[in-house]
């Protein structure tokens, strides 16, 4: 059965204080990771896609990276603005469907 | 701007007065899902629709029922709402094989009074 873990569950930072988010994950065939961000209220809205482990993409304050057994989301000098549930999730290669962690809630406090 | 809209954005129902939850798209994707998300929980899914092809989810109560009339519409239909129904109902889609990922709607907040 596939399973997504992701840590911490909640994350304060103060802006500009780097960090990092972690998805830890096991599957049987993975097809791609997928990075969302959610806000209160809110449906998640698409970060990224990783395929292969050593896969990274950038977008913004954001990178994330891919190995066999986990991903991580860095977060580069973030601004209040990035306070958001962020969610990992996996599609496996035998299946059309995503496996979601619980997410991390991140506070950046001005 | 093509996009999975969901209405209506909040919707309150009496405990077991049936209720329905709609979604459309104007992505033209062929896969449409129904997720449930509780306050701090990971979304999971309850239905999936590959074309007209239905996929229940093992643990979806049978309370809970799916309908996709055409490609651009999915409805979610709850029979007789309790109050651990209360949740966010996302609406997704997705093309198979492509790699595009998943695009979410805004979600129904349903509240059961």
């Known amino acids: 059965e596939d399973q997504v873990t992701q840590s911490p569950e909640a994350l304060r930072l103060q802006e500009g204080e780097s960090s990092s988010l972690n998805c830890s994950y096991t599957?049987?065939?993975?097809?791609?990771l997928f990075w969302y961000r959610q806000d209160p209220g809110k449906g998640p809205e698409f970060l990224f896609t990783?395929?292969?482990a050593g896969e990274e993409k950038e977008k913004e304050r954001l990178k994330a990276t891919l190995t066999k057994k986990e991903s991580f989301l860095h977060i580069t000098a973030p601004k209040p603005e990035d306070s958001a549930t962020y969610l990992c999730a996996l599609e496996e290669t035998s299946g059309s469907r995503l496996t979601f962690g619980e997410g991390t809630q991140l506070t950046v406090n001005p | 701007d093509a996009m999975v809209i969901q209405n209506p954005r909040y919707q309150v129902t009496q405990f077991g007065k049936p209720v329905t939850l709609s979604c459309s798209q104007t992505?033209?994707?062929?896969?449409m899902y129904w997720y449930q998300q509780k306050s701090s929980q990971a979304p999971k899914l309850l239905f999936h629709?590959?074309?007209?092809?239905?996929?229940n989810e093992a643990d979806t109560p049978d309370n809970f029922q799916s309908r996709r009339p055409n490609t651009s519409f999915c409805f979610l239909d709850i029979r007789s709402p309790g109050l651990g129904d209360a949740a966010m109902y996302l609406c997704?889609?997705?093309?198979?094989?492509?790699?595009?990922?998943?695009?979410f709607g805004s979600g129904t907040r349903l509240t059961v009074v």
């Open positions: 629709y590959y074309d007209k092809d239905f996929n």
């Open positions: 992505l033209n994707h062929n896969v």
């Open positions: 997704a889609t997705s093309r198979v094989g492509v790699g595009y990922g998943y695009t």
């Open positions: 990783l395929y292969s």
């Open positions: 599957v049987s065939g993975l097809r791609g």
